[in-house]
């Protein structure tokens, strides 16, 4: 990632490069990691973040908190709306959550509420309730 714009710390001064680096956090005991891109120094992890690097945070995040809280990741949520033969769009109109919600969920852009989490564990071990929800 290239650029020829120059970025200088807030506070210090130093110059800034455009960088992607792996940074550790912690949420309720579950370690996660980001390959956060964003602005650094050349000696620390000191960063600068835009917008759009603060995403890639947001969805490390939103990953740790589904594990800690016991809900659904992403990637079981998308496996599990494959497995009832939905699009993306009839899942969040026949399960709750709005024609853009199961898009959000399984990027990793928002979490899944407990309720919802927990339809989709029921309906992954008994597909066939899905009948009972179109009634």
């Known amino acids: 990632m290239q650029t020829n ?3 200088y710390h807030p506070e210090t001064g130093e110059e800034l490069f455009r960088d992607v680096r792996r940074i550790g956090y912690e949420y309720h005991g579950i370690k996660f990691y980001a390959d956060m891109p964003g602005w650094y120094p050349k000696d620390n992890d000191d960063g600068i973040f ?10 490390a995040l939103n990953l740790a908190k589904a594990q800690a809280e016991h809900l659904l990741t992403p990637d079981k949520i998308k496996q599990t709306r494959k497995k009832l033969k939905l699009t993306q769009e009839a ?3 026949l399960l709750g959550g709005g024609h853009r919600a199961f898009q959000k969920y399984e990027s990793g852009e928002i979490l899944p509420s407990r309720a919802i989490s ?4 029921l309906l992954w071990q008994k597909p066939d ?3 009972l929800l179109k009634a």
Not at 50 to 59: A, C, I, L, N, Q
Not at 118 to 121: E, P
């Open 118 to 121: 927990n339809l989709l564990k």
């Open 129 to 131: 309730m899905l009948e």
């Open 5 to 7: 714009e120059k970025v």
């Open 91 to 93: 899942a969040g109109a």
């Open 50 to 59: 835009t917008k759009e690097d603060m995403k890639v945070y947001s969805k």
